[in-house]
């Protein structure tokens, strides 16, 4: 398997940027998502990243990948109280086995 | 086009009682993972099935647990004997078949069950 790790709680001010962050052990890992979780809710695609790019955006979410360091992480602009949740980065070789990561719980100050 | 569906959303089974958890694929997904998220604790892998085929069990505990994808009828996750340590969301993904390109696809998650040992 692979061991993904994200750290286990994020509070920012409404407003702010937040940023959440995943380490992952496969440099040979292709396919890198970020999934978000309302509490009470099952996972959600929020945005993905291939191994081929650096870096992807979508609104107000930004994506970065640092191959090198095994580093994937997710910027939410404007952060609002809706943004609540858990974050979860998965990992992959190929398009059916992923790894994820224990989740971010991200909590937004008003 | 109906997501993954699960069911039942909630689950509430007696100590030694037995949990049958089913899950129905997306339309055209062949493939179904089970994961299991514990209260405070992340995702953790269960199982990965095609229809009628065990692909990775690495997760799963060798007993009392087991899973099946038939080649007719929604996957189920059994649990026998339930133990208050059972007590979990459980869910199901599911994937279309990846022939060899990249897709962008990833996981669709279905809303889980959220099962209960009393």
């Known amino acids: 398997g692979e061991d993904v790790e994200q750290s286990l709680f994020l509070s920012v001010r409404e407003g702010d940027s937040s940023v959440i962050n995943c380490t992952y052990t496969d440099s040979s890992s292709t396919y890198l998502y970020w999934y978000k979780q309302e509490p009470g809710a099952g996972l959600q695609l929020l945005t993905y990243i291939f191994s081929n790019m650096d870096m992807k955006q979508d609104q107000r979410l930004t994506v970065l990948l640092n191959k090198k360091d095994k580093h994937l992480s997710l910027r939410i602009a404007d952060t609002q109280t809706g943004d609540s949740a858990i974050y979860f980065c998965a990992v992959g070789k190929t398009g059916n086995q992923f790894y994820f990561g224990t989740g971010t719980s991200l909590t937004v100050i008003p | 086009n109906a997501g993954v569906m699960q069911n039942p959303r909630h689950l509430v089974r007696r100590r030694g009682q037995e949990a049958r958890l089913r899950c129905s694929p997306m339309?055209?997904?062949?493939?179904v993972y089970w994961y299991r998220q514990l209260p405070e604790e992340g995702l953790k892998f269960m199982v990965y099935?095609?229809?009628?085929?065990?692909?990775?069990e690495s997760g799963m505990p060798k007993e009392r647990f087991s899973a099946e994808f038939p080649k007719e009828g929604p996957s189920i996750l059994r649990i026998q004997q339930v133990v208050r340590g059972d007590s979990a969301a459980y869910f199901c993904?599911?994937?279309?078949?990846?022939?060899?390109?990249?897709?962008?696809?990833?996981?669709?998650f279905g809303s889980g069950t959220r099962l209960t040992v009393v």
């Open positions: 993904a599911s994937s279309p078949p990846v022939g060899g390109e990249i897709t962008n696809y990833g996981y669709t």
């Open positions: 099935l095609q229809k009628e085929n065990i692909i990775d």
């Open positions: 339309k055209g997904h062949s493939h």
